[in-house]
């Protein structure tokens, strides 16, 4: 079992003192403090530069109200929150989460989950994130837009191309974004393309994006496969979630042979053992923004849903190769992961940021089960949110098989860098460590060359 080198339990116990409370916070550092004291032993600068207490310390906590009008013309409060996480490589980036549950050490597990994952990607961005507890389900399109609004009308003076470039997440996509976009110009009365990511296609978007983080999780999986000589070739799969990185990694599955049989929501799980109807599962999520009940009654008895049903458990029904957890943090617990690993599946990798609880990752790495954290299986959809800026800097539009291309690129790389460090620091295989490593390696560096700030 990792625990913390005795060198740098100090460092963490401080950041539990000071960030009481924030337990998705605490979670996501502790996995990272458990990868570092190798590091911190072989390379005593970072230790001198205290670069383990700083990067543990956001630069900057923005937290605001968000005032805004429902239907019914009564005034409700949300809180807004952006978390500016570190810029030693680049504009702090990352997304926005509007969900019930976002807290600031939600945001703070998220972005600082971020600075790794952006330094994984080789591109020159920071790591940030943000959002609220504004809960879009079962809004209409106008209190949608009016929230937008209000909450961009205080982020506006906070973020820029060069300042802080923020994005989708759960809750956010590209309607949001649109919104977003459409009040921080009319404030600023400058038509900004790179201050977010994720923005319509024929506006400034990047083709692509919208696919990113779900065909990423994908070609990570492929690459890890690959080591052992497998593929997804009629690999049957399980993929968590049904929002947008659920839905492209799903697509994408299908595209290199192999069969998604089940998803999920938060309501419930549907499994079609033939393999899920992609077409249909777009058109009830993407265009009707229905709920995969509404999916599982037009399939018909192709369909089975399970109201509040654990998607994990269908290893012990069906076999099951491939386990991609794209839902949200702490989906997948350790009895899930013994049902898994039990059953013989070879692969997880997280297209969520954070899905298995610590306990789950360890029971897939004594099962010697290939486990890919999410800071590096998921990062393909900020690797080509900085492809969007990049094409926004240059005032071009790419094709979307160049850009899909940058992204297999990008994936390839990340897999690469994981897997050498991870053989390097004497654990091959070990993706945590590799990634852990490799990306803190990066940002540690960069701080050191930039003083003390
Ligand atoms: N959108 C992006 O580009 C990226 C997203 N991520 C992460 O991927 C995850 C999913 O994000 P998106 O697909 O963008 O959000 P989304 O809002 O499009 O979809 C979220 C999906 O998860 C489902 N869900 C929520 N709680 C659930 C639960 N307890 N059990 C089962 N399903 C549940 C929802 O019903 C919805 O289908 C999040 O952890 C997010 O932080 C990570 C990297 C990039
Ligand atoms: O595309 C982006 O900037 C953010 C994506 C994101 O929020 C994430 O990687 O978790």
Redesign the pocket.
């Known amino acids: 079992m990792s625990t913390i080198d005795p060198a740098i339990q100090h460092v963490f116990d401080e950041v539990l003192l000071r960030n009481a409370g924030e337990v998705e916070f605490h979670q996501a550092t502790r996995e990272v403090f458990e990868s570092l004291g190798r590091v911190v032993l072989r390379h005593p600068q970072y230790a001198d530069a205290s670069i383990l207490q700083r990067i543990c310390e956001p630069e900057r906590q923005i937290i605001f109200r968000v005032p805004w009008i429902d239907d019914s013309n009564r005034v409700q409060i949300n809180r807004g929150f952006r978390v500016e996480f570190n810029s030693a490589l680049g504009p702090y980036k990352g ?1 926005l ?1 509007f969900h019930p549950s976002v807290t600031l050490g939600t945001v703070k597990f ?1 972005g600082f989950e971020q600075i790794f994952k952006n330094a994984l990607t080789g591109m020159p961005i920071g790591g940030g994130k943000g959002g609220s507890d504004f809960d879009p389900k079962g809004k209409s399109e106008l209190e949608i837009m009016r929230f937008c609004q209000s909450f961009m009308t205080e982020l506006y003076r906070h973020i820029g191309e060069y300042t802080d470039v923020p994005a ?4 956010v ?1 590209g309607r949001e974004i649109g919104y977003l976009f459409g009040q921080y110009k009319r404030i600023t009365n400058r038509y900004e393309s790179g201050v977010l990511t994720g923005k319509g296609v024929g506006w400034g978007g990047s083709r692509a994006r919208t696919e990113a ?1 779900g065909y990423g999780a994908v070609f990570f999986t492929e690459q890890m496969l690959a080591t052992r000589g497998e593929s997804f070739d009629g690999a049957r799969v399980l993929v ?7 839905i492209y990694a799903i697509e994408k599955v299908h595209q290199l042979g192999g069969v998604v049989v089940a998803c ?3 309501a419930g799980v549907v499994y079609d053992k033939d393999g899920l109807d992609l077409d249909l599962l777009r058109e009830v999520k993407e265009n009707q923004r229905g709920r995969l009940s509404d999916y599982a009654a037009l399939r018909g008895s192709a369909s089975e849903y399970r109201a509040g049903g654990n998607i994990w458990s269908l290893a012990a029904e069906t076999r099951i190769d491939v386990a991609l957890p ?4 702490n ?1 997948l617990h350790e009895e899930d992961a013994r049902v898994l690993a039990a059953n013989g599946v070879r692969a997880v990798a997280e ?3 954070m ?1 298995c609880t610590p306990d789950a990752v360890r029971v897939f790495t004594e099962a010697s089960v290939l486990f890919a954290p ?1 800071k590096a299986a ?1 990062a393909g ?2 690797a080509t949110s900085a492809l969007e800026m990049q094409q926004n800097a240059s005032r071009d539009s790419w094709t979307f098989e160049h850009t899909e291309e940058r992204l297999a690129e990008i994936m390839r790389g990340i897999h690469e860098s994981c897997a050498t460090t991870a053989e390097e620091y004497g654990e091959p295989g070990n993706y945590v460590l590799g990634a852990n490593i490799s990306g803190f390696t990066r940002v540690a560096d960069a701080m050191l060359a930039q003083g003390v700030i």
């Open positions: 997304g989460r998220l989708g997440d759960i809750g996509g983080t968590s979630g049904s929002g947008n990185v659920a999920s929501d938060s794209c839902a949200t943090q989906e297209g969520a940021n899905p999410g998921n959809g900020v």
